[in-house]
């Protein structure tokens, strides 16, 4: 990097489908209304920057490389859409998961928490919150200049649980029944 140049460091996590669905009260009562799925959800997401990222980026190069989890491109599962769900339906039920994923801490952005050391290098501070789940990690460090990608850079980094947590994840996994049946008496006792 030099002194023209700007960094963004985007971090994704593994990605899934994911289920929203709307609670409406039927008489008296919180039950679950509409739904649609998410196709390939990524399950963290996490940008950092050392200036504001509108200041840096385009809009429609924030698109085109989703830079942002407001750009993030999120498809529905067609056949997942509840019925009577109209397009409009798309933008709430859309809004509504970026919103849950940012209270759980799984979608954060940290403007100007990239410092530059020197010339040539840069720093950036993250914490994985526990809710992650385990798999491989994408993070992406671009360097901007006049708006422009003037260099960008892969790295794959893998995120697993270990010591007793480890253990109790792949006991739950791989005995999931008896696993059930002790969390139900534990919360019994």
């Known amino acids: 990097a030099d002194a023209k140049a700007d960094i963004i460091v985007i971090v994704r996590g593994?990605?899934?489908?994911?289920?929203?669905?709307r609670k409406e009260r039927v008489f008296g009562v919180w039950a679950n209304g509409?739904?649609?799925?998410?196709?390939?959800?990524?399950?963290?997401y996490f940008i950092a920057s050392n200036r504001?990222?509108?200041?840096?980026?385009?809009?429609?190069?924030?698109?085109?490389?989703?830079?942002?989890?407001?750009d993030i491109v999120?498809?529905?599962?067609?056949?997942?859409?509840?019925?009577?769900?109209?397009?409009?339906?798309y933008d709430d039920f859309r809004k509504a998961l970026l919103r849950v994923k940012q209270e759980q801490g799984l979608y954060r952005r940290l403007i100007g928490n990239v410092h530059f050391k020197d010339d040539k290098l840069f720093r950036t501070v993250l914490q994985f919150p526990n809710n992650i789940p385990v798999?491989?990690?994408?993070?992406?460090?671009?360097?901007?200049?006049?708006?422009?990608?003037?260099?960008?850079k892969?790295?794959?980094?893998?995120?697993?649980k270990i010591g007793v947590e480890a253990e109790v994840y792949d006991f739950a996994h791989r005995h999931a029944l008896p696993y059930g049946v002790l969390a139900i008496l534990l919360a019994a006792m």
């Open 34 to 44: 509409p739904e649609m799925v998410f196709i390939d959800v990524p399950s963290y």
């Open 135 to 152: 798999g491989s990690y994408t993070v992406d460090v671009l360097v901007f200049r006049d708006g422009e990608i003037a260099d960008e």
């Open 154 to 160: 892969t790295t794959i980094i893998g995120v697993k």
């Open 52 to 70: 504001p990222i509108e200041d840096i980026v385009p809009p429609e190069t924030a698109r085109l490389h989703q830079i942002g989890y407001e």
């Open 14 to 21: 593994p990605t899934h489908n994911q289920l929203v669905r």
């Open 74 to 89: 999120l498809n529905p599962l067609k056949k997942s859409i509840s019925a009577g769900l109209d397009e409009s339906a």
